[in-house]
Structures are given as structure tokens and as C-alpha cells.
């Protein structure tokens, strides 16, 4: 090979070095909905359980993606306005579909899911879910923005990223802190509002007894902040443990208002990913409503 042949070879060489680096930094145009998601499941760093969820949920994977829309659940609002903002890929982080493995044979003759599917289609919109994944990377995605919303991460523990170590409050002090942080309607106590707590664990979402419990049974642990319990499981735990003069107590935000901020932090994330990309968080806002105070007769 002649010299102007090597340096040809040489320079070639270069050019594929270096495509990989600069197509990762280029605009992020052209992509179909699958790509997209490969690449936000393989920029987590995690490996997703087998039987993972994080699936699609309806809509073609080789549509050209306009527009990310990350949400806590595609419910038809939110669905309704990535719509309006022109925005084709919907990032959910719980079912579309009203089960937790969007499984749909129960609802074929059901007029809310066929409405819905048929608005899914009608304006071409691909579903995706993420949220095996984006609890398994570190820091879960969904506890680390559920943290900066509550302004908590300089009371967090290094060892165990669940724990929280707070300035000496009350049970309904730090209620009345995350109402106004998240803007809940409803939140629930169980135990004793006026008791005096520093040491809080934080377990987003539906954790589960078994969890909830095993993390009160902690002497570290004088309060938990949850999603959501079954009445006849972690409560009445707690009921107990109060009653037996145990300083225990729980906080419900109810699932939405514990979990929704972590899809706020996708958002935010997904466009280090994908530079150029239109990407939105749409709230699908807490979905339970208060009695109004007029509307209360008195007897």
C-alpha cells in the first residue's frame, strides 16, 4: 500500500473511532419510539428483572418519535395533552391499562379501555412503561426526586438511601411539610400527630407489608412515610404499636403523590440523553378528592 493509501486507511480508521462519540452527541432526531427505549433502559445502567414490565403498552415501536412525554400514569388527561403539545411518546411509569401487567383480555368490551385504545391510535402515540428499571438504577429515579421535592437529601443516610435523620419535629409537622411540598389533598395519619420524631424512613409507592413492617420493626425508626397500605396490614401495625406506647407512626401520601416528582426527575434526565429532543412532564396529579367543608351537613 502507498503512503497516501496509508494515511487514507489511517484517517478512516479515525472517522469510525470517533462516530460513535459524535452520533451520541448529535441532536437526537429521526429516532422510532424502540430506539428511544433502549437507549433510556441501557443509560440506567440496570438490568431489568426477566419478568420486567417495562414493556410496550400499545402503539407501533417504529414510530418516529416527535416528543417524550415522561408521566406517573398515562391516564386519558395526560394522554389528552402530550396530544396537544405534539409529543408521540408517552413514558409511564405505572399501567396504562388498570392492572400491573397491563394485561387487556378482561377489558375487551369494556367502553373506558376501548376509548382509550382508540385515542392511542387514532393520534399514533406509543406507550412505553419504566419502572423496573428506573428503580433499579442508582439512585432510583423515582426516590431520588421524590427527595428533592421534599427538600430531604441533606437529612439523608449514606448507608441506607431509605433513611432520613431530621431536626427534632412532630409526626404532624412533618405531614404538614410534605402537604405543602407536594400539594396532597389528602394525606393520612396513623399513630400520634404530636409525637416527637428525628428518625424517618421513606419507602415510596406500594412497598408492600412485608416491607413496611420489617422497617418499623427497626429501633432507628420512629416514623415511616409511604404511598399506600392495605387497612388491614401495616395500620394496624402501627395502631398497636402505638397503643403499646412504641414511638411508631405512619404517614399515606397515597401512591400517586409519593412516586409522581420521580418522573419529573426523568424528564430532567432524559434530556441529558437526548439533546434537542422535546421532552415534558405531564402530572397525572392525585386522583382523590375532599369533601368540601359546605357540603357537609350538619345533623
Known amino acids: 500500500m502507498t503512503r ?23 441532536p437526537s432526531k429521526g429516532l422510532t419510539a424502540a ?3 433502549q437507549r433510556v433502559i441501557a443509560a440506567t445502567g440496570a ?3 426477566p419478568d420486567t414490565v417495562d414493556t410496550l403498552k400499545a402503539g407501533d415501536p417504529n414510530t418516529v418519535v416527535t416528543g417524550i412525554v415522561t408521566t406517573f400514569m398515562d391516564t386519558y388527561p395526560v394522554l389528552e395533552k402530550a396530544v396537544a403539545s405534539g409529543k408521540n411518546l ?26 382509550k385504545l382508540a385515542y392511542i391510535r387514532e393520534h399514533h402515540l406509543v406507550v412505553y412503561r419504566f419502572h423496573d428499571t428506573w428503580h433499579l438504577r442508582k439512585p432510583d429515579g423515582i426516590l431520588a426526586g421524590m427527595i428533592d421535592q421534599f427538600g430531604w437529601r441533606k437529612y439523608q443516610n449514606s448507608a441506607n438511601p431509605n433513611l432520613f435523620t431530621l431536626p427534632p419535629t412532630t409526626v404532624g409537622q412533618v405531614a404538614a411539610s410534605l402537604q405543602k411540598s407536594t400539594g396532597a389533598r389528602a394525606i393520612r395519619i396513623v399513630g400520634d400527630p404530636a409525637m416527637s420524631v428525628t428518625q424517618i424512613a421513606l419507602m415510596p409507592g406500594a412497598s408492600g407489608a412485608d416491607r413496611q413492617i420489617k422497617t418499623l420493626e427497626q429501633d432507628d ?3 415511616l412515610v409511604a404511598g399506600e397500605s392495605r387497612e388491614w396490614e401495616t395500620v394496624p401495625y402501627v395502631v398497636d404499636a402505638a397503643a403499646e406506647g412504641r414511638p411508631k407512626a405512619l404517614i399515606l401520601l397515597g401512591h400517586v403523590v409519593s412516586e409522581e416528582a420521580g418522573m ?3 424528564a430532567r434526565w432524559l434530556h441529558t440523553i437526548f439533546p434537542g429532543m422535546p421532552i415534558q412532564f405531564i402530572p397525572a396529579g392525585e386522583p382523590f ?3 368540601p367543608h359546605t357540603s357537609i351537613q350538619k345533623k
Open 221 to 223: 425508626v420512629q416514623l
Open 90 to 115: 408517552i413514558i409511564t411509569h405505572e399501567p396504562t391499562f388498570y392492572n400491573h401487567l397491563d394485561q387487556q383480555s378482561q377489558f375487551v368490551s369494556d367502553p373506558v379501555y376501548q376509548q
Open 289 to 291: 378528592q375532599t369533601v
Open 4 to 26: 497516501i493509501g496509508n494515511l487514507h486507511a489511517t484517517f478512516l480508521a479515525s472517522l469510525m473511532f470517533l462516530l460513535p462519540a459524535c452520533v451520541a452527541q448529535s
Open 264 to 266: 419529573d426527575e426523568c
Open 35 to 37: 430506539e428511544v427505549m
Open 47 to 49: 438490568t431489568p428483572p
